[in-house]
C-alpha cells in the first residue's frame, strides 16, 4: 500500500467516523430490504408489486412499486439481489399525515438499507429533508426557472442518499452500490 492510498483509506475512515456514518456502508440485499422495510414501516402496510417496465433497451433489473396507505409510495429497483435504487414519493402539497408517513417510509428505507437504529435514520433523514427544504425555498426567492431544492450525501461503499423537493413532490432515494 503507497503512502497515499493509505492516507486516502485513512481520510474515508475518520470522515465516516466524524459524520457518524460506517466506514463502508453495507446495503442490505434486495429480498433482505423488503422484508425490513415492511417490518419496520408496519404502520404503512407496505405491499412490494412487480412493476410493468416497457423500454426499448435490456435490462436485468426488477422493480418492484411499493404501495402504502398513508398516501405516500415508491419504487424499488434491485439488480440480482443487489439493492440499486429505492425512492420513496409523496406528492405536494402534502397533508401533515401524508407528510408524517413520507418521513416514516424513508427512515424504514434507511433502517431496512444500512441498518441504521431509529434515532439515527431520523437524524440522517430530517437533515437532508432540512436542506432540501431551504434551498427550495432560495430557489423561489431566486426566481429560478425550474424552482427545487436537492441536497445528497455520499458515504463509502458507493452508496448515496438524496432529497429533492419541488412545489408538486418530495423524493427521498437510497442508491444503492448495485445501481
Not at 412545489?167 to 452500490?177: L, M
Request: proline fraction near 1%.
Amino acid at each position: 500500500m503507497t503512502a497515499r492510498t493509505y492516507f486516502a483509506a485513512a481520510a474515508v475512515m475518520a470522515l465516516g467516523g466524524l459524520w457518524g456514518a460506517p466506514a463502508f456502508a453495507r446495503v442490505a440485499g434486495c429480498d433482505a430490504f423488503g422484508a425490513a422495510l415492511a417490518a419496520n414501516a408496519g404502520e404503512l402496510a407496505i405491499t412490494l408489486n412487480h412493476a410493468v417496465v416497457v423500454s426499448k433497451s435490456e435490462s436485468n433489473a426488477n422493480v418492484f412499486d411499493i404501495g402504502t396507505n398513508g398516501d405516500v409510495d415508491g419504487t424499488l429497483t434491485c439488480v440480482g439481489d443487489k439493492l440499486a435504487r429505492f425512492e420513496a414519493r409523496v406528492t405536494e402539497p402534502a397533508s401533515e399525515r401524508a407528510k408524517t408517513n413520507f418521513a416514516r417510509l424513508s427512515e424504514a428505507g434507511l433502517r431496512a438499507a444500512l441498518g441504521f437504529d431509529a434515532g439515527k435514520a431520523r437524524s440522517a433523514f430530517r437533515r437532508l429533508d432540512a436542506d432540501a427544504a431551504e434551498y427550495l425555498r432560495a430557489s423561489r426567492e431566486r426566481g429560478d426557472v425550474y424552482i427545487s431544492g436537492k441536497t445528497e450525501e455520499h458515504l463509502a461503499g458507493g452508496v448515496s442518499l438524496g432529497v429533492i423537493e419541488t412545489d408538486t413532490d418530495r423524493a427521498f432515494i437510497i442508491v444503492g452500490s448495485g445501481g
